[in-house]
């Protein structure tokens, strides 16, 4: 089952002209068949009316939605072969769990297609998938909150589309049932094989269950990677700060050998960094590092360089001890040590070490 | 930290007790306005009813003979039964013409301004007076009224028609007219509760725009149409101004024998007979109707 | 807050009491409460009597006999102090008592008054006199005569097949009366079973001849000016109207069978006697001068003689032809009478309007 | 975009019903202006003289001054006793309630004529005179429902979850009422008066029976209906529109003014 979705150059913006709003601006993505992909971004980012525009509840002001090469960006909703499951779940208030995923299969161009027994058999399959076997007589407002959960998902997979849209669905669901319903969207995604697009505001749940995430931010698409290399990589300042990478250190280019790039610091000391793009020489960057990637035993590293600053505050957090380093520039960092070694006092000097792969130069 | 010591004492309010008053001082007021302007003023109707009069003067007993010539003697049943027609032709019409609107005002209008607009623009003919409007209609529909010239300027008929004014069409048409807001009012008011979203699923889900109507808008709007259609048939049931103004030979309605019966027949407890009848019905007619709102109202 | 809530309390108290004040608009000294016809409270009569007394006239609009009837039961002297019921409608309210006599001694004009008006029957119980006649008219019968230019001088017209569709008919019992005159019944006031379902029959088979039941004069005229009826039964008023809007094609039949007389009758509403601007009303309209001025207003005739020689030659000159301000023709009318079985016609009544025409 | 059907179509039905509703008020407004005798056809010339006959027509201007006093009444007396009835019956479960709510729902069921036959008997039996006061206790009685009926949905949906943290935190029921309850049903209130104050001046059933001394404006108007049907009811059914029109204008921007919101 080929799905390939492809987005290019979608544009679509509210109210009229000038005084329109912009929502999505310019958002091209390829979505290859069975990738579960997330759009990220903040409330208001773009994401929602994207997936809306796949999904044909919107018009694109320009640009294309092509599935498998054919043009779809003016089909109606109901004839794309994509099912979405919203926000809200939007469950038939007046119709059994039954009824609710069986829906799709009983309209009238499903007639002829599906016998009432495969109707039947189809229904009973899917709620088995979402484990809501026993449910079947209830009504909605008879279902807890994951319950409900499911019942849509299982509505939406129920007429098997190659492709499933995701509106933040587990947007209300609380912190353990949100996990384990994660748990359970992968599974299913792993054992269907179909195309998920997905849209959360949550990093986390968008890097521990996609193949590859979108993030995006006033309706731009800013990167576009997979999860590692949104982690590792983040290619702007926002991307960094929004995935959790808040170690921000100003530096200039001294000198680039290929990917390989000495930066020098406001106090005079090197720092071996990685970029993706092509700098000069004497260019003012941002690199930036994850807490976890510096390395608190500084000796013995061929490859690392050493930033020292002053020791500012330390909080053990159980499995590691996490650090607020004030460097010659003022700016802070965090950093952790993964052995929650105690330090020997406050206000002290403290030095850590970076290897060049952990440090991201930043442009923009 | 006197409500701390409070609780240790005798005088502790009762939480039950406490629940109680609150519902009475909401609860008192209307029911004894009920009881004050409805309950005693139907009580005295039903006292009338029981009694007769002799020539002019009202004698009280306890005799069925009034509900007995209600049931048995024309045109009393009879009437009752055509008015009931009138009325469902009327809510059934109502109805019908409310419906696009209501769904235009709840789904296809997306800033509350413009909604708020429709809305004053739906009940604004109500300001324009039952009786001109009705009046309006003579002026539409008759012989020689604009629709006959209409349609003759037209080339559609020669010669002007008599079946448009004067029957019962012109009664159900000027009550239909006069009532279609209040039928868009409450299904309006059951549409504006469902969620845009529910027919957005319906149609990812690949159900066409009729089908998203039958199996999901229709269902859930049921409550509504049932509250305007009650509404309405009770409105076009017990007027009789348009069968004075507009009706036929044959276009006379209950509410129009009983106001004949107060008068120079002065056949009181007869014409109170009617009104026990009636408000027998509407109490079953409420009845019903609030059972089929509850089995047929959903919880979003 | 305290406060805001005692200024909206109060603010809502001062708003009820006031509408409620403004709404209990009391019987001002000098006013004269009417339950009556259009036309009988008009200006015209009115202001010279407001003029001359200083009593304020507050005019009740009714259109039919039965809202007098149910009103005046209903509410008394408190709301209404006089009402001008017609001569079917008269004993109702004198036998219920409802009604006070009338001092004759204090109405010189009665003197001046028709023969028939003097002592009628509707009007008098145990030699009192209940009421001060005032408009009157003869039920005319009236057909176009483009298309009826043959009628017999009979009702029997009324029948005719080439009338299907095209009569008005008055929603009133006169039209019982009429197809009561029409097969033979000879007191039309005072009717068996058997007449009565005979009448019923006679008028079931007019039905598919009648359009539209009329409820007031200038409905008759509508009707028939917009073409949608080409005659029926109506009052003076009616004809006179249309002859005046130049319907030359509208002829009075005037049938054998005789001609259905109202009479419409001032009477004082129990109690209201002690208000003293109600002799003051009853003298003043009975006076020739006042009865002149609503005859011009309403092209009634009225009771007393002498307000026909204060009449403009060409209101004259109507009444003359119509025959109204004859004695002659007067007696020979079937005046309307007090209907001791009114229960039973008005059941006659709405079951011909009930059954569904052909 | 994706609702149920072309907005084009939906819109031209929605709009050819709209028409329907307007037709005769624009035949109204036309005819208002009509030189002839005739409040209907033929349309003989334009004129405004009928406009100044019913403004200086005292029964007239009477009769509308009485309309609004009496729908002004009418307000004062249901809305607050549908407001207490409905929030009762939103909060409180008591015996009888689904007798009450049908009891509270019947003068809307009920032909106006039997709710109108049943009080004159009433006031008969009390020997009260008919007024403008007893039309109004009519009306308001019938009406009643409306706001009850508005109200009480807009409470259903708002839950009780508010009223319940209001009265965990100590407020008094007056207090739950004006700082909680009243802001959340605002718009319901001032739907239900619209509604209420419609249908009043144009209510004809009960009052028909209730009329005393002082006429509202359908009474007079049909009276004028059946002497002669000139233009003048036209331009009382156009003064009607405008006047509402201004009333309804007033009291929104009033209410918007103070409530922030929205």
Request: hydrophobic share 45%.
């Amino acid at each position: 089952m080929s799905a390939t979705i492809s987005l290019q150059n979608l544009r679509k913006t509210f109210g009229d002209g000038q005084s329109g709003h912009l929502a999505v601006d310019d958002v091209s993505l390829e979505i290859a068949a069975g990738q579960f992909v997330s759009l990220l971004g903040s409330s208001g980012c773009g994401k929602t009316t994207t997936l809306r525009i796949v999904a044909g509840l919107e018009s694109p002001t320009s640009g294309r939605v092509l599935f498998d090469g054919a043009d779809i960006t003016h089909l109606p909703a109901s004839h794309r072969d994509m099912r979405m499951m919203f926000q809200d779940l939007a469950l038939f208030p007046h119709m059994s769990v039954e009824e609710n995923v069986a829906f799709g299969l009983r309209l009238k161009r499903m007639r002829g297609k599906l016998s009432a027994d495969e109707i039947r058999r189809r229904v009973a399959t899917y709620l088995d998938i979402v484990r809501l076997g026993e449910m079947r007589k209830r009504m909605p407002h008879q279902l807890s909150g994951g319950q409900r959960q499911r019942v849509a998902l299982a509505r939406a997979l129920a007429t098997e589309p190659p492709v499933v849209l995701f509106d933040e669905p587990l947007g209300a669901l609380d912190a353990s049932l949100r996990r384990s319903t994660q748990a359970e969207l992968k599974r299913i995604h792993r054992e269907l094989g179909k195309t998920f697009i997905y849209v959360t505001h949550d990093q986390d749940e968008a890097l521990s269950m996609s193949d590859m995430v979108a993030v995006m931010s006033g309706g731009r698409l800013i990167q576009y990677d997979t999860p590692e290399g949104i982690y590792e990589r983040p290619r702007t300042r926002f991307v960094a700060q929004f995935i959790g990478a808040k170690n921000l250190i100003s530096a200039r280019v001294e000198k680039v050998t290929g990917s390989e790039v000495l930066l020098r610091l406001a106090d005079g000391t090197h720092l071996g960094a990685h970029a993706e793009e092509s700098l000069v020489p004497g260019q003012e960057v941002t690199a930036v590092f994850r807490a976890d990637r510096a390395l608190m035993q500084v000796n013995g590293y061929t490859d690392a360089s050493l930033v020292s600053g002053i020791h500012v505050q330390s909080m053990f957090l159980g499995n590691r001890m996490e650090h607020i380093v004030r460097l010659v520039d003022g700016s802070e960092v965090t950093i952790h040590d993964a052995q929650a070694r105690p330090l020997p006092g406050d206000g002290g000097p403290l030095q850590f070490a970076l290897r060049p792969q952990h440090v991201q130069i930043l442009t923009k | 930290m006197t409500v701390q010591a409070d609780i240790l004492t005798e005088n502790a309010p009762d939480m039950r007790r406490i629940e109680r008053r609150r519902a009475l001082f909401w609860l008192l007021p209307p029911i004894l306005w009920f009881v004050g302007f409805m309950l005693v003023p139907y009580a005295i109707t039903l006292f009338y009813s029981f009694g007769r009069m002799d020539y002019v003067q009202f004698v009280a007993g306890f005799s069925l003979d009034n509900y007995v010539k209600v049931l048995t003697v024309q045109p009393y049943a009879g009437l009752i039964l055509r008015s009931a027609k009138i009325g469902l032709l009327t809510a059934f019409w109502s109805t019908l013409l409310a419906y696009p609107v209501a769904i235009a005002m709840a789904f296809y209008l997306s800033s509350e301004c413009a909604k708020h607009i429709l809305y004053i623009l739906v009940i604004l003919p109500w300001w324009a007076s039952y009786l001109v409007k009705a009046y309006a209609w003579k002026t539409i529909l008759g012989t020689h009224g604009l629709l006959n010239e209409g349609l003759i300027w037209l080339g559609v008929i020669d010669e002007p028609l008599t079946v448009f004014l004067y029957n019962d069409f012109s009664i159900i048409l000027t009550l239909t007219y006069i009532f279609t807001p209040f039928a868009v009012l409450s299904i309006y008011a059951q549409l504006e509760r469902l969620p845009l979203s529910l027919i957005e699923a319906a149609r990812d889900l690949g159900a066409t725009g009729w089908e998203t109507f039958i199996k999901v808008i229709w269902p859930i709007s049921i409550p509504g149409v049932l509250a305007g259609g009650v509404i309405t048939f009770s409105l076009g049931f017990g007027d009789f101004i348009a069968p004075a103004l507009l009706g036929g030979a044959d276009s006379i309605m209950i509410s129009s024998v009983v106001i004949s019966l107060l008068g120079v027949a002065n056949d009181r407890p007869l014409a109170a007979a009617i009104g026990v009848a009636i408000i027998l019905m509407a109490m079953a007619l409420l009845t019903v109707s609030q059972y089929l709102e509850k089995r047929t109202q959903v919880r979003l | 807050m305290g406060n805001v809530k005692i200024q909206g309390l109060a603010a809502g108290a001062v708003l009820t009491l006031g509408v409620l004040a403004a709404s209990q608009h009391a019987a001002a000294e000098g006013s004269l409460a009417l339950l009556t016809w259009e036309g009988y409270s008009d200006d015209l009569v009115v202001a010279p009597f407001t003029e001359k007394t200083g009593c304020v006239v507050e005019p009740t609009y009714v259109s039919s006999n039965d809202e007098i009837i149910a009103k005046t039961l209903a509410s008394g002297s408190a709301t209404i102090d006089l009402v001008s019921p017609s001569n079917d409608a008269t004993m109702t309210l004198i036998d219920a008592g409802a009604v006070e006599p009338i001092d004759k001694s204090k109405l010189p004009h009665l003197a001046d008054y028709f023969p028939v008006f003097q002592s009628p029957s509707w009007l008098v119980k145990d030699n009192d006199l209940y009421g001060v006649p005032y408009g009157y008219g003869f039920l005319r019968l009236v057909l176009d005569s483009n298309v009826i230019p043959d009628a017999p001088a009979s009702v029997s017209v009324l029948w005719d097949e080439r009338l299907k569709g095209k009569l008005a008919m008055w929603d009133n019992l006169e039209t019982l009366y009429v197809a009561a005159r029409y097969i033979g019944v000879k007191d039309v006031y005072n009717m068996t079973d058997e007449e009565l379902q005979k009448t019923r029959d006679a008028l079931i088979a007019l039905k598919p001849n009648i359009r539209k039941f009329w409820t007031s004069d200038a409905e008759f005229q509508q009707l028939y000016m917009q073409k949608e009826v080409v005659g029926g039964n109506t009052t003076e008023l009616a004809v006179s109207g249309l002859w005046a809007q130049s319907a030359d094609s509208l002829k009075e039949v005037l049938p054998q069978e005789g001609s259905g007389g109202w009479s419409d009758s001032w009477m004082i509403v129990k109690g209201a006697s002690e208000n003293p601007c109600v002799y003051a009303w009853l003298d003043w309209i009975s006076s020739p001068e006042s009865q002149a001025l609503a005859s011009k207003l309403t092209g009634y005739a009225f009771a007393n003689a002498k307000s026909f020689d204060m009449l403009e030659p060409e209101a004259l000159a109507l009444l003359t032809k119509l025959g109204t301000g004859d004695p002659e023709v007067q007696k020979s009318i079937s005046w309307w009478q007090p209907v001791p079985r009114r229960g039973a016609y008005l059941e006659i009544w709405n079951q011909v309007k009930a059954e569904t025409a052909q | 975009m994706t609702r149920l059907g072309s907005p084009y179509l939906i819109w031209s039905v929605a709009g050819a019903i709209m028409l329907f509703l307007y037709l005769p008020i624009l035949v109204i407004i036309v005819f208002s202006f009509n030189e002839g005798r005739n409040a209907g056809l033929p349309f003989t010339g334009f004129t405004l003289s009928w406009y100044e006959a019913a403004l200086s027509n005292r029964q007239i201007v009477r009769a509308i001054w009485n309309s609004v006093l009496v729908a002004g009444g009418t307000i004062l007396i249901a809305v607050p006793i549908g407001l207490m009835a409905a929030i009762a019956m939103d909060r409180f479960s008591f015996p009888g309630k689904d007798m009450f709510r049908r009891l509270v729902l019947l003068p809307l069921v009920l032909p106006g004529i039997i709710t109108g036959i049943s009080l004159l008997n009433f006031y008969v039996m009390l020997k009260v005179p008919l007024s403008l006061t007893t039309i109004m206790l009519g009306q308001g009685t019938a009406l009643i429902c409306i706001t009850v009926t508005e109200v009480f949905a807009r409470l259903q949906q708002l839950g009780r979850s508010q009223y319940e943290a209001a009265y965990d935190l100590g407020a008094s029921e007056f207090e739950i009422f004006v700082k909680v309850t009243l802001p959340n049903i605002k718009t319901a209130l001032i739907g239900s008066t619209l509604i209420i104050l419609s249908l009043s001046l144009d209510e004809i059933a009960v009052t028909f029976l209730l009329t005393g001394r002082d006429n509202t404006l359908p009474m007079v108007l049909w009276s004028i209906l059946r002497r002669e049907a000139t233009p003048l009811v036209n331009v009382a059914g156009t003064v009607m529109i405008a006047l509402t029109l201004v009333l309804v204008t007033i009291g929104l921007r009033l209410s918007r003014g103070n409530s922030g919101r929205h």
